[in-house]
Structures are given as C-alpha cells and as structure tokens.
C-alpha cells in the first residue's frame, strides 16, 4: 500500500465522514483511476473510498458479509448522496504487494493459495449475493456491445477478435456453476497479511457465490503481474488444489475477463 500525504477540505466530505478525518494526517492511497481512497490517521486508523453514486453499494454490502465471517474490516460508514461514500475500519497488517511478502514468492503463493482454498470452503447460506455468474456475465456481455476490450489478451488465447472470443463464451458459458463464495478480485493488494496469517479482504465488491475459477484465474494473474514471471502458476495450483482445477474453465474466465 502505497501512501502519499496529502491536505483535505473538510467541506469536501459529507457530514458524517469528516468526524473520521478531524485532526488526522491524510494519505491518498488510490491505486484505480475507478475510484478514490483515502487514509486517515486517526486513532486505529480508517480508509474512506468514494466513487459515482451508487457504484459502492455491492462493496459495503459484500463487505459487511465479509466482516460478519471475520474477513473483512467493518464498515462504519455508507453515504449515496452525489456520490457514494464508504469508511471502513484499518485492519491489521499488510497487503500482500509489501515487501516481506514480494521477497518470499514460494511462501506468498502457498500462503495465498491455501487462503482461497479455506475461502471456497466457506458455507455461503447467508451471501446475499447468491448469483455471481450472472453479473459477471452480464457486465461483459456489456462492454462486448460497447465495443470495451483489452486485445492484448486476443495472441496470448489464441483468439482472432472480439467476434472469435464472444464465440467462445456465448458456448462455453454454461460451464460456470455457482459454487463458492469468491472474493471476486483476488489479488495481492486486496489480500491482509499479519505476518504470514491472513487479517482480512478489502475490495471484495465483485464476490458472491460463484465459479472458484474466478478466484483462481487472479490468484494466479496477481503473483504474474507482481512478479513478472509466469513460474508460480502451476504452483499455485497445485497448493490450491489440482483436482478442483478445470484448464478449459481457466481459459473461459480468461477470455470473458478480456470484456471486464
């Protein structure tokens, strides 16, 4: 986690959000253009993200899901005004980007993998979001029509074009069952260790009950991306678990994450 201080007017923050930033230092520790996250010092410590109206509501209501299971921090404030609002609680720890943990990789990617192997064993009775593959599918399905689409994952999947990889999952979408609670965007960042012991998610507005390959398609990605090396994949899967691990879903999560 990366801080950058930074000085705040009080009137740019709704009523019941300044008391959080009263008398603090302030940090600026964005790290998505998608919205904006701020750290104060106060006391134990709170973060407080805003973003456009109503785009933080599945995040507050996974997240107090999360925290009910003993995952995720506690959230202290939700404001929907001209824009959404959302203060949580600092949990202790670090993220999994710190460098303890970068400079460990084995360690890191056993350490991960076993956590969202426990995740995907949670009873999910109570997620109130009960349907994740429907608004995965849902949200690529509308950035396929608008025409949104990284191509440079187009040569790394064999495919030719957007065309070639709507093909792919308009067929193989069924495939995708609703059978864990996932993070939803399982990567270092959004992982909190206390010294190697899990402390809790943060981010976890994309989780629901859904696929395990969506979890396992960025539990990989993420130790690619922060390690600039391809090596810890098939560790990570096997720690996770090689017989719970479908290559051709791996390769579906990966072509509709092209629309994501």
């Known amino acids: 986690m990366n801080l950058r201080p930074i000085n705040a007017n009080l009137n740019d923050y709704p009523p019941s959000v300044r008391p959080y930033l009263e008398g603090a230092k302030i940090f ?19 973060f407080i993200k805003t973003s456009p109206k109503e785009s933080l ?24 005004d001209s824009e959404d609002w959302l203060v949580t609680a600092k949990v202790n720890g ?14 890191l990617c056993d350490t991960t993998a076993h956590i969202l192997r426990e995740l995907h064993s949670i009873d999910f009775a109570r997620c109130p979001i009960k349907n994740h593959t429907a608004i995965f599918l849902k949200t ?11 191509k440079e994952m187009f040569e ?28 939803g965007d399982y990567c270092l960042p959004n992982i909190i260790l206390d010294d190697w012991k899990l402390s809790g ?14 979890d396992i398609f960025w539990g990989i990605y993420t130790l690619f991306y922060n390690l600039r ?7 990570f899967i096997d720690a996770y678990g090689k017989d719970l691990v479908d ?4 390769r579906l999560i990966a072509t509709i994450e092209i629309f994501g």
């Open 201 to 214: 998610f943060i981010d976890v507005g994309n989780g629901g009950v859904g696929d395990r390959h969506v």
């Open 140 to 150: 690529a399905e509308q950035s396929y029509k608008a025409g949104l689409c990284d």
């Open 28 to 46: 600026d520790s964005s790290c998505s253009p998608q919205a904006k996250v701020i750290f104060s010092d106060k006391d134990e410590g709170f």
């Open 156 to 183: 790394q999947l064999d495919l030719k074009n957007t065309a070639d990889a709507w093909t792919l999952i308009t067929a193989k979408s069924k495939l995708l069952k609703n059978e864990v609670l996932l993070h």
């Open 94 to 107: 670090n993220d999994c980007i710190n460098q303890k943990y970068l400079e460990n990789p084995k360690k």
């Open 229 to 235: 090396t391809h090596q810890y994949a098939k560790r």
């Open 247 to 250: 290559p051709e879903k791996l």
């Open 57 to 80: 509501f599945l995040e507050y209501t996974m997240t107090n899901y999360f925290h009910s299971l003993g995952l995720a921090p506690q959230v202290l404030e939700y404001v929907s």
